[in-house]
């Protein structure tokens, strides 16, 4: 597995299996508590988000036609990581629960008009992950509407900075065989982030950008998540089509300017990356392969 691809995965998977375990037992009213259970705290008032994986639960009964919200408040710029896990049937049968994330104002920024289905691991559904977002800091809800009743919610957070490329005069440098550079893209909005490279001699200027950690809001299904889009500039003269990058672990392409043989010309390439809407959110890594 590529370097690239197991940062984002370890970044989806913060949150331990182990503590929403425990976090379903104090729900369920076991007669002990244990060791792995006594972080898991009961949903009083708005949810504090640290940056430390924190499980809650709540008793309060649901109302399964509607969402109910929950506020939380975020400190800083960052991923937020959500792990929701409802009861399951009187037979057995486990049932899902429906997600959104709302802005201060109660309005949804980053999910379909149906929410993002979380199956009864608390992973959304069909992967082994939690449903991320990309968040700025302030006050936010998480809506919740579970086919049974709400009984555990997981709570992880990873800061990552707001960036302050979002101009050509700011491009951020890159250099061909650096590290992977990590931008975040906050939910309910589209920015544009510049990056620049210089071109020391006609060659291959190929940049690999991880997609990986970029989630689609659950609106994969709906086509309402446009992922990445790029386009990349030589001086201010673009270089080939637009190109959209789709949600994925791995996106690779070459850049062509005036050259044969898929080589680069001499000079200052710019890159442009936008998220293609307000539900396209999260981060992403680029680097200029050497």
């Known amino acids: 597995m590529a370097e690239n691809e197991k940062q984002s995965r370890k970044l989806s998977r913060k949150i331990s299996a182990v503590t929403l375990a425990g976090a379903l037992s104090v729900c369920c009213s076991m007669p002990a508590l244990t060791a792995d259970a006594a972080d898991i705290k009961p949903i009083k ?15 309060e009964k649901m109302d399964n036609s509607k969402y109910t919200l929950y506020a939380i408040k975020v400190p800083e710029s960052g991923v937020l990581s959500v792990s929701p896990i409802s009861a399951s049937a009187a037979d057995g049968t486990k049932l899902p629960t429906r997600m959104k994330l709302y802005n201060s104002s109660k309005v949804s920024i980053a999910d379909s008009k149906d929410g993002v289905l979380i199956n009864n691991s608390g992973y959304k559904d069909g992967t082994e992950y ?19 009743n709400l009984l555990a919610l997981g709570i992880d957070y990873t800061p990552v900075s707001m960036p302050k490329n979002t101009k050509k005069s700011k491009a951020t440098v890159l250099k061909k065989g650096g590290k992977y550079k990590m931008k975040l893209f906050a939910a309910g909005s589209v920015k ?65 300017y005036r050259a044969k043989k898929g080589k680069a010309r001499k000079g200052t390439y710019y890159l442009k990356v936008t998220n293609a809407n307000k539900y396209a959110n999260g981060v992403y890594q680029i680097k200029v392969n050497k």
């Open 130 to 148: 939690p449903q991320m977002y990309g968040v700025k800091r302030g006050t936010y809800y998480l809506g919740f509407k579970p086919k049974g």
């Open 45 to 59: 008032g708005t949810i504090p988000v640290t940056k430390e994986a924190v499980g809650w639960y709540t008793t």
């Open 192 to 256: 544009s982030h510049w990056f620049k490279v210089k071109q020391k001699k006609t060659g291959k200027l190929k940049f690999t950008i991880n997609a990986g950690g970029m989630m689609d809001g659950g609106n994969a299904s709906s086509g309402k998540s446009k992922g990445l889009k790029v386009q990349v500039y030589c001086g201010s003269k673009k270089v080939g089509k637009t190109q959209t990058l789709n949600k994925g672990y791995k996106s690779t392409f070459t850049v062509t």
